[in-house]
């Protein structure tokens, strides 16, 4: 509960930042849309540079410390944002900074976050787990947006940014009050009874996630998604606010913020829906479908009026934040289901190292695509792109998976921990989990 309150608080701030931000360098700094593109690249390049080494760390130290840092850490940068501005030296050198700093704390909460939550739920309670969080987060993109835009529209974006800095400082607060112990990992010796290097800990997860027919098709399936949709992503605030005269569809802040409010009713229908929908159809036919729904959105969002921005901008963004969230929460949770407990941190930064890692390349090729192409050309190639991220699901054994994979005991996960880590064995079976029967004998 401890858990879910600060991340319900932390999410509703976190709205404010994701809108004020890009509004203060289109808006205030009127920065070039190459410019635009970068200010995102920079807060997920952490991701490229640092997500394998901080898997290592989350499974060599505390997670709910690491957590409190990360949150602390990113309530100081942003507070560094008003305090510019109102000294009148804010530019957008400080916003790659804070964007910068931020996407390393958010590295290391990340992976923490996701290791932790199967350290306060039982197992097969992992995918309610993930579902009432994903509440939290859908309830905040709803309401979030409308606030954050009347927020900004009254006391200007860069002072709205104190709210989101105050959030973080509430969900360390409440990640400092859980009390269930949390004891220290014991490092791994080797053969000689020294540690083992950072090295070939992190080879270590990267084998269980690439050796792993589900998760390296899971892997895929989201980089490839992250890849293609973050294209138009990039620009599309830019593209919103432009001027109708210079082919974008001259929205104001309040306008956008009732789109992302109203559209983000899907992420709430979604985090409520999940879990029945999962067990209705099945896992792996549940992230097969959800993933293909979320392509069309986009084209929508490309070619619709502006006279019509504002309710087929919410409709697209409905199916989009629906589809996205059943999507994520059954992946997430069929992965921390199916890897041990100490392999768990490793687990989470290689999927995030490979799943976001292409957040940063798509920014640099939406940024740069707007300003040759321009921005609507831009979303067009986007959304035609992201129809191909269903593949590598569709064409795997994940398509085929009915039901979560049952906890796994003490022993057995040692046993699958150490056949999956042996570089001459095969990768390890899915634990309890039940397939198709075309597929026992080969999983």
């Known amino acids: 509960m401890k858990l879910w309150t600060g991340e319900t608080i932390s999410q509703f701030g976190t709205q404010v930042s994701a809108l004020a931000i890009p509004l203060i360098a289109a808006l205030f700094l009127h920065v070039t849309?190459?410019?635009?593109?970068?200010?995102?690249?920079?807060?997920?390049?952490?991701?490229?540079?640092?997500?394998?080494?901080?898997?290592?760390?989350?499974?060599?130290?505390r997670r709910k410390p690491i957590m409190i840092v990360g949150d602390l850490g990113r309530a100081a940068a942003l507070l560094s944002i008003?305090?510019?501005?109102?000294?009148?030296?804010?530019?957008?050198?400080?916003?790659?900074?804070?964007?910068?700093?931020?996407?390393?704390?958010?590295?290391?909460f990340d992976v923490s976050y996701q290791a932790y939550l199967p350290s306060l739920v039982e197992r097969e309670d992992i995918l309610?787990?993930?579902?009432?969080?994903?509440?939290?987060?859908?309830?905040?993109?709803?309401?979030?947006?409308?606030?954050?835009?009347?927020?900004?529209?009254?006391?200007?974006?860069?002072?709205?940014?104190?709210?989101?800095?105050?959030?973080?400082?509430?969900?360390?607060?409440?990640?400092?009050?859980?009390?269930?112990?949390?004891?220290?990992?014991?490092?791994?010796?080797?053969?000689?009874?020294?540690?083992?290097?950072?090295?070939?800990?992190?080879?270590?997860?990267?084998?269980?996630?690439?050796?792993?027919?589900?998760?390296?098709?899971?892997?895929a399936c989201t980089a490839t998604s992250n890849l293609f949709g973050n294209m138009g992503f990039a620009i599309v605030l830019l593209y919103a606010v432009s001027a109708v005269a210079s082919g974008g569809l001259g929205l104001t802040p309040q306008a956008i913020g009732i789109i992302l409010s109203v559209g983000s009713i899907g992420a709430l229908v979604a985090a409520v829906s999940a879990n029945r929908i999962g067990k209705a159809i099945g896992v792996g036919p549940t992230i097969v479908i959800s993933i293909f729904l979320g392509a069309p959105p986009a084209l929508v969002i490309a070619f619709m009026p502006p006279d019509l921005a504002v309710p087929l901008g919410a409709a697209s963004l409905f199916v989009l934040t629906f589809s996205g969230v059943v999507y994520n929460i059954n992946q997430v949770?069929?992965?921390?289901?199916?890897?041990?407990?100490?392999?768990?941190?490793?687990?989470?930064?290689?999927?995030?190292?490979?799943?976001?890692?292409?957040?940063?390349?798509?920014?640099?090729?939406?940024g740069f695509l707007g300003g040759t192409i321009g921005l609507q050309q831009t979303l067009i190639v986007s959304g035609a792109l992201s129809f191909i991220p269903v593949l590598p699901v569709l064409f795997s054994p994940v398509r085929t998976i009915r039901e979560m994979p049952a906890p796994v005991s003490d022993e057995e996960e040692s046993k699958i921990v150490g056949e999956a880590l042996d570089e001459t064995a095969r990768p390890a079976p899915l634990p309890n989990a039940r397939l198709e029967d075309d597929l026992e004998a080969g999983a």
């Open 33 to 61: 849309p190459f410019e635009f593109g970068l200010l995102a690249t920079v807060e997920f390049l952490p991701f490229i540079l640092i997500s394998l080494p901080a898997g290592v760390w989350v499974d060599r130290l």
């Open 82 to 108: 008003p305090i510019a501005y109102e000294l009148n030296v804010l530019t957008i050198w400080q916003l790659y900074l804070v964007g910068f700093i931020n996407g390393c704390l958010t590295v290391f």
């Open 128 to 219: 309610e787990g993930n579902s009432k969080l994903e509440i939290s987060r859908s309830a905040a993109q709803i309401t979030g947006p409308g606030i954050a835009g009347f927020l900004i529209g009254l006391i200007s974006a860069p002072v709205a940014i104190l709210v989101d800095s105050a959030s973080f400082i509430g969900s360390a607060f409440f990640l400092w009050r859980i009390k269930k112990p949390e004891p220290t990992p014991q490092r791994k010796l080797d053969a000689e009874g020294k540690h083992i290097g950072m090295r070939t800990e992190i080879n270590e997860g990267l084998r269980w996630v690439l050796g792993s027919p589900y998760l390296r098709a899971i892997a």
């Open 333 to 366: 949770s069929f992965r921390q289901a199916i890897t041990p407990t100490p392999m768990q941190g490793r687990m989470n930064a290689t999927m995030r190292f490979i799943v976001w890692g292409t957040i940063p390349i798509a920014n640099l090729i939406g």
